[in-house]
């Protein structure tokens, strides 16, 4: 394998609901080591999109390609070592201990029937480090808030250690605290470990900050993709979304969005 074939590669991929048409022969590459957001007005298809990509469902048509192979060819247990996705809803029918939940994350490295390693629980700890959840270890995880959920389930994807992370909406139960955090470990990890992620998001101005390209979903298909800088602008944001916006640059040459209310 090279470095010109890692990452995700979708041709001519389509997908739907019964007779509901959802993702329609879209194509796209995404290199290895960059921070790619996600975004799209509700019911565009970006759920759809990162259930494909990540191989959780099969395109009707076209192939998806993960590090030059085709996806249906890997096993479960040996693309759970190389891509996790943290969901948009999160499913516990065990009460398990924060701390169980983020090991989860290790069983992929950790052979049938064997115990976790101290390199296992190194991962752990540090995820939940990075969390900022170390008070929240020994609680039981169906007692805690939403965005309390939320953060064990960032933690257990970082402790899976996988060079690739899909994000579905990950922010949208948290607080503007915990929302930056998260991004910032995100972006630390493509710039420190060239990581690739791909964070779905509603919040532009957080994919603004933080996101190197944007993936624009609109009715199912992929209408822009592109640098940041290239992408957003006040014409797309109202045609997206229907609103008006007005986009302005800080000294550090960062865009920032304002919604004109009213």
Do not use: W
Request: net charge negative; hydrophobic share 40%.
């Amino acid at each position: 394998m090279t470095e010109s074939t890692k990452g995700l590669r979708a041709e001519k991929v389509h997908f739907s609901y019964g007779d509901i048409g959802c993702l329609h022969d879209f194509s796209i590459e995404l290199k290895a080591g960059r921070f790619y957001g996600l975004i799209g007005p509700n019911g565009s298809g970006k759920s759809t999109f990162l259930d494909i990509i990540s191989g959780f469902i099969s395109p009707l048509k076209g192939k998806v390609y993960c590090n030059g192979i085709k996806l249906r060819h890997y096993s479960p247990a040996d693309l759970a070592l190389i891509l996790t996705t943290v969901p948009q809803s999160i499913y516990l029918n065990f009460d398990y201990t924060v701390h169980d939940v983020v090991m989860m994350g290790r069983h992929p490295h950790i052979p049938r029937f064997a115990r976790p390693k101290e390199t296992d629980f190194a991962h752990v700890e540090e995820a939940i480090e990075l969390m900022g959840i170390s008070d929240l270890t020994t609680r039981k995880v169906m007692q805690l808030s939403g965005g309390e959920k939320q953060r064990v389930m960032v933690a257990r994807a970082l402790a899976q250690d996988t060079e690739m992370i899909l994000l579905d909406e990950v922010t949208s139960n948290l607080d503007i605290n915990h929302s930056i955090s998260i991004m910032k470990t995100m972006l630390r990890l493509v710039k420190n470990d060239g990581r690739t992620i791909i964070a779905a998001m509603h919040d532009l101005n957080m994919a603004a900050a933080f996101c190197e390209d944007l993936i624009v979903l609109d009715q199912g298909k992929i209408c822009h993709f592109g640098p940041v800088s290239e992408v957003i602008s006040e014409s797309l944001i109202s045609k997206l979304y229907g609103v008006a916006a007005h986009l302005s640059n800080d000294s550090d040459g960062n865009r920032h969005i304002q919604f004109i209310y009213r």
